[in-house]
């Protein structure tokens, strides 16, 4: 069973930054597409950034030039630097783990991030 697991979330002032990891207990050896996501209550969930196994990236157009995903496969886990932070981003923040071929996805429970102004 694929498990993600998030951490790293806290609450930073405006401007500062975090950095997110999640942690994926379980097989990823097939090709798999790992993103992060956040929401705020009452609104949708939305990606913020993602990257496959083979290192392909892509952003949200909100996080571009602020945001960086990277992954250590070796120990099967997905960072999120979280950097000039803004009120705006204060959400729960989720891993999704999704295998193309197999067209399977996990969740992770989510973690907290709280941005003051």
């Known amino acids: 069973q694929v498990q993600p697991v998030e951490s790293g979330g806290g609450l930073v002032q405006a401007g500062g930054s975090l950095r997110l990891s999640c942690a994926i207990s379980g097989s990823t050896s097939s090709f798999n597409v790992i993103g992060w996501y956040r929401q705020v209550p009452g609104k949708q969930r939305d990606v913020v950034a993602g990257?496959?196994?083979?290192?392909?990236?892509n952003y949200a157009d909100f996080v571009k030039g602020r945001f960086i995903i990277s992954r250590d496969n070796a120990k099967n886990t997905v960072y999120l630097q979280m950097n000039s932070l803004k009120p705006e981003d204060t959400a729960v923040y989720y891993c999704?783990?999704?295998?193309?071929?197999?067209?399977?996805?996990?969740w992770g429970q989510g973690t907290q991030v709280t941005v003051s102004s």
């Open positions: 999704k783990v999704r295998f193309i071929v197999r067209g399977t996805e996990y």
């Open positions: 990257i496959s196994s083979t290192g392909t990236t």
